[in-house]
């Protein structure tokens, strides 16, 4: 049966005073915080209390278990915990003014003897990013398609699946996220039930009935002219050092990688020029958060704007101060010549690894990215991140722009390393800069860097593409509408 102890605040104790909280709509007291519940075969609280006579029954019965007192220095308070549930719970509908805790915020002030800071991987948002990830491979978006957890999920008794099972797919790993953090956000979980008994091997399963698997669709023509019917040049065809990502002839779709050739001192001082000279203008999310920032430079004579999304960015004249980091990038490293060089370079400032650039391709009609040819060069400074690519699924269950996620693959861009996107590549393929820090161990020294340094931290990327199709109100839509070199 039932054993009830006291255990300073962890997620158990939170999950199981949400369960009083919203059964009892309000009437358990705020103090009501230190107890842990665990039950053989894991049933739910609320029928352990129902056994118990009921909240109010069991509150006066048992108020041994109702401590507050940390069982070791450092042990958290279990009211930070509850504000990030209440806002959980007031996210999904439920009335937070039910939820008669005082919004979680700890009453107990300078008297408190928990710990009221939080580590990073402890953070609400790891958990919740965690918790929507597994909800995601879940779904019924994914399970339409995906015929991996359809077949685990059916030859399953009771749909249960393994939380381990998690540990494998491409995102989870990237967030490097333990069992145990896996199990403790999904506690939160409003669509998915999990089943923490036995320890070790928890399982969670969906609340809503399996919906069918779709049959694959037909793959799509490319309808794509091969490298001999209308020949491109690539960057490897210009000068040597570059390692193929992507070479995908059949839908005319190439990216490359160079390692960084150069050094580590030159790159930091690029970095503080850049960080100090560009003209950086920040972007925001709807929420308002800083996305990142960015500045665009384009060739004398031409003014288009460049948009992302609602924001829209005044063009300025490649500044003198550039030249050089464009004589070395685009002469010394692509084997282009003066005349062959881009028209336009987009930079992007990620501060820190929070700030990134989600699911896209660079299909804005200045470049014509998913009309011809199109050839993008790309270089990092600074902090290593992670670029990932993947093929996009136009015709995606959800209407929305998607990419096949079988086909996801990623690199990371360390200090002064230069990437390419190259063909038809804009047509076929979305990238995108993830959250998080780069996986691997990061080529550049910046931990010998000083720790005020950004260089450790924030990450500096130059775009440079070709403007073949200018603004009507650019002066160069009447001049200049020749094809990018590129095209042979
Ligand atoms: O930061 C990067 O490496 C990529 C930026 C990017 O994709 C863009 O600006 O379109
Ligand atoms: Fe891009």
Redesign the pocket.
Known sequence: MAYWSDAGGDHATVWALIQLLQWSGGSCPASAVGYIYQQEGGSTHRWVLQQHGGVQHFVSAHSEVFVLEPKKPGDKCPTIWLRYAWEQLAGDGVNAATCNFQGGICAQGAACKFSHQLSQDESPLRMEKLRLQVEYYLSDENLATDSFFQALIRGSSGGWVPVSTFQGCPRIQQLKATSEELVASLRWSTQLQLREWPVGAEEVRRKNPLPELLAPKPPEPLNEDTLEERPLVLLRDCCDGWQAVVEDLERRSFCFLKRRPISEALLREEFQELLAFADWQTLRSKAGAVTRSTAWYVSPGCCCRYTYGEASVQAREKPEWLHHVEARILGDLCGLSRDQWPNSV?M?LYEDESQN?GW?S?DEGLFRGCQTDCRII?A?WGASRR?EIALKDRSHISGKPSIFHDTLQGID?HSGDLCSMEGAFQRHYS?Q?AKGAASGPASSPAASLEKSCPYSTARI?L?WRYIVSHKPYCPQSRVDQRQAPCTA
Do not use: G, R
């Open positions: 987009n992007n650039v896209h660079d790309s990092s670029f861009l990238h800069i990327n775009t």
